[in-house]
């Protein structure tokens, strides 16, 4: 069964602090996997893409890791400020079939002053 | 990058009324959108599958004749809920493919009274 699990499923930080956020899948055949960022009442944004050969994509603060053999995936937020306390959420596409994306349950990102 | 609005951004409507939400892809032209529904501190749950110039494809338990989907141009598609309830409450998301990413708007909230 597809999955997508993410952890932990909420963050409180203080602002500057770093923090890693977990996902692991399970969908197979793998194709790529997205970090989106979702504020609240809005759409996701994407944060990064990763194909299966790539280990790390950095954007700014933001830096994906991609681990295909464990099937995990992190992203590290660094130096956090208040406005990145949003959602965030893992999402894995898989090669095959119309409907390929599947979602995690996201990281709920507070920063607090 | 690529551009997917939503109109409305927020509705609130009378139960038993229907509600017209609209996405459009604003510089792409996408030939499959897709309808996402994300309750409360939950993640995107999709819809249905919008394909321009044919039928939509629903997932498992969406009431296709609840949720209309008309997909009548390139760079428009537009999802009607039918005779509302108050639990049809929601904020619905739609996307947009441009080869192999996946835009997303910034949703519409629905609140049905």
């Known amino acids: 069964k597809n999955q997508v699990e993410q952890s932990p499923q909420s963050l409180i930080i203080l602002e500057g602090k770093n923090c890693t956020l977990q996902c692991n899948y399970t969908v197979s055949p793998f194709s790529n996997l997205r970090w989106y960022k979702q504020d609240t009442g809005r759409g996701p944004v994407s944060l990064t893409i990763?194909?299966?050969?790539?280990n790390t994509k950095s954007n700014g603060r933001y830096t994906a890791t991609l681990d295909a053999d464990t099937k995990q995936s992190s992203l590290h937020i660094t130096a956090s400020q208040l406005s990145d306390s949003a959602s965030y959420i893992c999402v894995v596409s898989a090669k095959t079939g119309a409907n390929n994306l599947f979602f995690g349950t996201g990281t709920r990102l507070t920063v607090i002053p | 990058g690529a551009v997917v609005s939503q109109h409305p951004s927020w509705v609130i409507c009378k139960s038993g009324t229907s509600v017209k939400i609209e996405c459009r892809s604003l510089d792409f032209q996408a030939t499959t959108m897709f309808w996402y529904r994300q309750f409360p501190k939950q993640s995107l749950m999709l819809m249905a599958t919008?394909?321009?110039?044919?039928?939509?494809?629903?997932e498992q338990g969406v009431e296709k004749d609840k949720f209309l989907i008309n997909h009548a141009s390139l760079t428009l598609s537009t999802l009607t809920v039918t005779s509302a309830h108050p639990e049809d409450s929601s904020f619905y998301i739609c996307?947009?493919?441009?080869?192999?990413?996946?835009?997303f708007g910034p949703g519409t909230r629905l609140l049905v009274l």
């Open positions: 996307s947009a493919r441009m080869g192999e990413t996946q835009y």
């Open positions: 919008s394909n321009e110039g044919s039928k939509a494809t629903y």
């Open positions: 990763m194909t299966f050969s790539e």
